[in-house]
């Protein structure tokens, strides 16, 4: 079960039509992760600020086990997305610290050449370059959070171009229906949405059988206000306890 809880926190450290970045200026997430019956297993916190020299914005991602289950496998993961002004996403990076594992690792994106250069410091046996499919990647949680400023009604659905450690594969995300949700942060009618890996073989996790889910806020602020890793043994849960708002009403995705 321990091995497994990162996943859904690696989610975080870790689409094809244009469309606005999924954070705002300023705007911040913080979910806590729920695991079996460890209600505090982890934290999860996504932040976003403006790069004023380049019109650009940087999104910051840390994660971390909490509580009993830090002591018994502590962990702490952070990653960094810079943007261009247009919406893309021009470099990324990713590290982690567990009790017995170190990673580091690099992505660099050419759009021109449609080419992504990944780097890995610690393991530099695995430095390649990807071929970069049409649309603008995203990790996976950042594709889920991207979302929010679709406009998608149950029953239909929208690609998502997702980047998970040294590979990049197109899901399809389904908005499947409708759900009333309590939370933390107050009660939420929500839409339910859910990615699958269909037009390509299935890999990583989606080849081990597990599901992913996210469900948006049907309010003006249309909040992620979960998310849940599925597997075959239990699943993890991640509950949004705090938002703090873009800094401006034309910053934010849904004004």
Sequence with gaps: MFLRLPLILLL???ALRAA???LGDGEAFVFRVGWGIFGNAGEIRIAAQGLKETGGHLITTTTATRGFLRGVYPFEARGEARYDAAG???ESLES???KKKHTRHELLFDYAARRAHYTDPLRPERNLALDLPEGRPLDLITSLIQTRTWDLQPGEKQDALVIFD???YELTIYAEKYEDL???LGSFRTLKLVPRMEKTAPKGMFKRGSNVSVWISQDERRLP????VEFKFGSGVATLVEHTRATSDASHPHP
């Design 12 to 14: 975080s450290s870790a």
């Design 20 to 22: 606005p970045l999924p």
């Design 88 to 90: 893309r996403l021009l």
């Design 96 to 98: 982690s610290e567990s």
């Design 166 to 168: 040294d590979d990049i």
């Design 182 to 184: 309590r939370t933390p």
């Design 225 to 228: 206000v979960r998310f849940e």
